[in-house]
């Protein structure tokens, strides 16, 4: 085992979208609320928690927005926050980014998750059909790459 001089980072979690004593029920729920996030921020700054995850879903509050409010409510807790490619374009995102670093004094950290998220219980957005309909495109042998290309560009303009 090789020695290092980098402690671990231990960071905790922002329930955005409510928290509750069980995972996936609503038993003991307890519904998303700005002081309750505070509460937890400011606990976690306190405790020496290195930083909070602030996650992103359509149940969630926004997370730059909520981050640049805890972000004054903290003096050297880290925020990683969650962002799904496809939601917003690459240079709002970065637009986001560049403003929440620069007012948290360097204190933005960034998650990109990979994974589509298309909510069953609401309208799918065009970004959201865009990518789900890509993913279900069909590759075949015979098809070659370029065609393949031009097919998804048809359906991605198809449904916007």
């Known amino acids: 085992m090789t020695k290092t001089d980098k402690p671990l980072d231990f960071l905790w979690f922002i329930p955005t979208s409510g928290d509750g004593a069980y995972l996936g029920s609503d038993d003991l729920s307890r519904p998303a609320d700005i002081g309750y996030f505070r509460e937890i921020a400011t606990a976690a700054d306190r405790l020496g928690y290195s930083g909070v995850l602030i996650p992103t879903g359509v149940a969630c509050e ?48 960034l998650n990109i998750v990979a994974r589509a998220e298309v909510p069953r219980s609401l309208p799918a957005t065009a970004s959201s059909c865009r990518m789900t309909n890509a993913m279900r495109m069909p590759r075949s042998s015979s098809r070659s790459s370029t065609s393949s290309s031009r097919q998804a560009r048809r359906i991605s303009t198809a449904n916007t």
């Open 62 to 109: 926004e997370s730059f927005i909520l981050a640049a409010h805890l972000a004054a409510s903290t003096e050297n807790l880290k925020f990683l926050v969650a962002i799904r490619p496809g939601i917003a374009s690459p240079a709002y995102y970065a637009r986001l980014a560049a403003t929440l670093d620069r007012v948290s004094r360097g204190r933005l950290l």
